[in-house]
C-alpha cells in the first residue's frame, strides 16, 4: 500500500495483492489485482500551447471535412441536419452549396492543463506455470485485464471531426456547441478548417484484455553445447477506448496506431564453449485502419503482418570479459505505409531505422 499527496491533484492510494499456490508439483497458479495510479506529468500539466499542422483524411475514405460538397453524410438521411451544423460552424451560406476541402489538413493547437487529474488502473492476472521435471521445458500462461479511468490524453484531428459529426454516435443532436465541434475553428471567408483545438484532459477510460503466452526450451550435451529456445506470444482480445465519460466505447485492438491484435517474439540460441550465436524472429499481426473501428465504410487500407529477423552472437573472453554483438533488422525491412499518405507509418510499432549493427563489451572489476 502506498499513499502520495500531489500539490494539484491532491492525495491518491495505490495497493496490491497477489498469490502464487502450488496446486501439484510442477504446476502452480498465480494471480494478482492491482490499483495504479499515475498523475499527469509536467508537460501535461504546463506544456505552453503549440500548433502543428495536421491531416485529417479523406472524405471517400469517411474521414475528412463532412461539409464538403459530396461527402457520404451530406448526401444521407441527416443531410438537412449535417448542412445546418456547417452553417452554424460559420461556412458562409452562398458556398455550401458547392464547398470543397482541397487541403484536407488544417493547424492543430495542443496545450497542457493544470487541471488534470491523476489517471486510476484497475489490474486483474490469472495464470499457471507448468515445469515438467527433467524435460528443459516450461510454460507460463497468464489472463490479464486492465482498466485505465481518466486517461491523460488528446484526440487527433480525425478522431474531433469524426465525434462532431456523429459518425461515431458521439453527437446525435448535430449541436453546433458540443463538445467535440467546439474544437474546431472555420474561417469565415472561405469556410475552411482553419485550427482544430486538441486539449490535454482526463479522457473517459481504457480497458484492454488478453492472454500472454511464454515457452521456454532447453538442452544441454555432455560435450559442452548447449540450444535453448523461447517464445512469448500476445492475444490481445479487446482494446476499448472510451474518449468522453459516458461516449460511446470503441474496440482497437487490431487497429494500426493502436496495439496488434497477434504478437509474438521468438528466439533460437546456439552455445559451445565460450561462444554462442542466434536468431529472432518478431512477429506483428495484421492490422486494420483505425478509421474502419468508427466507420465501418473506410476504404483506406490497412497493414499486413509483418515479419522482422535479428542476428546476435556472445563471446566470453574471461571471467571478467564478454563481447556481445548483433544485427537488428537483419532484411533491412522498410516499414509499411499507413493510411492513404505516401511515406506516412506508425514509427511506435514499425522499425524506421532499418538494418542496425551493434557491438557491447563487458567487463567486470
Avoid at 500539466?45 to 453524410?73: F, H, I, R
Avoid at 458521439?170 to 449541436?175: E, Q, V
Avoid at 509483418?306 to 522498410?334: C, E, V
Avoid at 514509427?347 to 567486470?364: H, N, P
Amino acid at each position: 500500500y502506498r499513499y502520495s499527496d500531489y500539490d494539484l491533484s491532491g492525495g491518491v492510494d495505490t495497493y496490491k495483492v497477489d498469490f502464487t499456490w502450488a496446486l501439484v508439483e510442477n504446476l502452480r497458479l498465480r494471480g494478482s489485482y492491482q490499483r495504479a495510479v499515475r498523475a499527469p506529468s509536467v508537460g501535461e500539466l504546463y506544456v505552453a500551447a503549440q500548433t502543428e499542422s495536421n491531416g485529417y483524411g479523406l472524405v471517400v475514405n469517411g474521414q475528412g471535412d463532412q461539409c464538403q460538397a459530396g461527402s457520404p453524410l451530406r448526401t444521407g438521411a441527416n443531410a438537412a441536419a449535417i448542412e445546418a451544423l456547417c452553417l452554424a460552424q460559420g461556412i458562409p451560406a452562398a458556398l455550401l452549396g458547392g464547398y470543397l476541402d482541397t487541403q484536407r489538413e488544417s493547424l492543430a493547437t495542443i496545450a497542457g492543463n493544470t487541471g488534470l487529474k491523476p489517471e486510476t488502473a484497475d489490474t486483474y492476472t490469472v495464470g499457471v506455470v507448468w515445469s515438467p521435471e527433467g524435460s528443459g521445458f516450461s510454460v507460463a500462461a497468464d489472463w490479464f485485464d486492465i482498466k485505465v479511468t481518466d486517461v491523460i490524453g488528446t484526440l487527433t484531428s480525425s478522431q474531433v471531426l469524426a465525434s462532431c459529426f456523429n459518425q461515431d454516435g458521439a453527437n446525435p443532436g448535430y449541436a453546433v456547441d458540443n463538445f467535440y465541434c467546439r474544437q474546431i475553428q472555420r474561417n469565415a471567408t472561405t469556410g475552411r478548417i482553419d485550427n482544430i483545438f486538441k486539449p490535454t484532459y482526463n479522457m473517459g477510460s481504457l480497458r484492454t484484455q488478453g492472454i500472454d503466452v511464454q515457452l521456454d526450451w532447453h538442452r544441454q550435451w555432455d560435450g559442452g553445447g548447449s540450444l535453448r529456445a523461447s517464445s512469448v506470444l500476445s492475444w490481445v482480445d479487446r482494446y476499448e477506448v472510451q474518449t468522453l465519460k459516458g461516449g460511446v466505447v470503441y474496440d482497437y485492438a487490431g487497429a494500426v496506431g493502436y496495439v496488434p491484435e497477434w504478437k509474438a517474439v521468438s528466439q533460437v540460441r546456439y552455445g559451445q564453449g565460450a561462444f554462442g550465436a542466434g536468431l529472432r524472429w518478431r512477429y506483428i499481426g495484421a492490422q486494420e485502419h483505425s478509421s474502419k473501428v468508427t466507420n465501418p465504410a473506410s476504404t483506406t487500407p490497412g497493414v499486413d503482418a509483418y515479419h522482422y529477423f535479428d542476428a546476435f552472437g556472445d563471446w566470453t573472453l574471461s571471467d571478467r570479459l564478454s563481447l556481445r554483438t548483433g544485427i537488428n533488422n537483419l532484411l533491412d525491412k522498410a516499414p509499411p505505409q499507413v493510411g492513404g499518405t505516401p511515406g506516412a507509418t506508425n514509427a511506435s510499432t514499425y522499425d524506421i531505422f532499418g538494418r542496425q549493427y551493434f557491438v557491447g563489451l563487458t567487463a567486470t572489476f
